[in-house]
T-cell receptor, first 110, second 114 residues
Framework: TQLLEQSPQFLSIQEGENLTVYCNSS?????LQWYRQEPGEGPVLLVT?????EVKKLKRLTFQFGDARKDSSLHITAAQPGDTGLYLC??????????FGQGTILTVHP | SAVISQKPSRDICQRGTSLTIQCQVD?????MFWYRQQPGQSLTLIAT?????????ESGFVIDKFPISRPNLTFSTLTVSNMSPEDSSIYLC???????????FGAGSRLTVL
């Protein structure tokens, strides 16, 4: 089993602050995905990164895939209460099963 | 992407009983999966639901406890049998999009066993 270590587990911040969530592994993944889940809903895909060193931006969210394709980060600029939720990273090796990180519960206070 | 309807959305059950969760997809999909999740935590894969054959279970999960049906390419059920309080969890159906190894999830079924 390829472990994917996600940190921090909890983040509680004020509106307007910046934050970064990390996913690290000793294994190489062909792609790395980020999902966000709100209470009472299933996880929803935010982005997939596939190339080492790749950076993708989704409004105030910036996703980066490490050069060696073993790690990834999610950076949120000027967080808003609507960003509150559970963030999950997931690594894929080809079409095999996804490996999920432990999750980060983000709470953004107005 | 596919739209998944999952029901029930939540239920409260007595220990020793069984509950069947249904997952309906609005399009034909090859790969369907069942996950378990404790609130606020990560996802644990229970099994892959195979159309026309027995499901493929992950370590720690067995067919007698979690029987799965997959009669066609748009529908699957997961049964949680002989429930105990330890089975209280969120159960999620998911499908893999064609051409990419990404998942679309149902809204989940929150099960509480008393």
């Amino acid at each position: 089993t390829q472990l994917l270590e996600q940190s921090p587990q909890f983040l509680s911040i004020q509106e307007g602050e910046n934050l970064t969530v990390y996913c690290n592994s000793s294994s190489v993944f062909s792609s790395l995905q980020w999902y966000r889940q709100e209470p009472g809903e299933g996880p929803v895909l935010l982005v997939t990164v596939v190339t080492g060193g790749e950076v993708k931006k989704l409004k105030r969210l910036t996703f980066q895939f490490g050069d060696a394709r073993k790690d990834s980060s999610l950076h949120i600029t000027a967080a808003q209460p609507g960003d509150t939720g559970l963030y999950l990273c997931a690594g894929a090796r080809g079409y095999g099963k996804l490996t999920f990180g432990q999750g980060t519960i983000l709470t953004v206070h107005p | 992407s596919a739209v998944i309807s999952q029901k029930p959305s939540r239920d409260i059950c007595q220990r020793g009983t069984s509950l069947t969760i249904q997952c309906q997809v609005d399009s034909q999909v090859t790969m369907m999966f069942w996950y378990r999740q404790q609130p606020g935590q990560s996802l644990t894969l229970i099994a892959t639901a195979n159309q026309g054959s027995e499901a493929t279970y992950e370590s720690g999960f067995v067919i007698d406890k979690f029987p799965i049906s997959r009669p066609n390419l748009t529908f699957s059920t997961l049964t949680v049998s002989n429930m105990s309080p330890e089975d209280s969890s969120i159960y999620l159906c998911s499908v893999r999009s064609s051409g990419a190894n990404v998942l679309t999830f149902g809204a989940g079924s929150r099960l509480t066993v008393l």
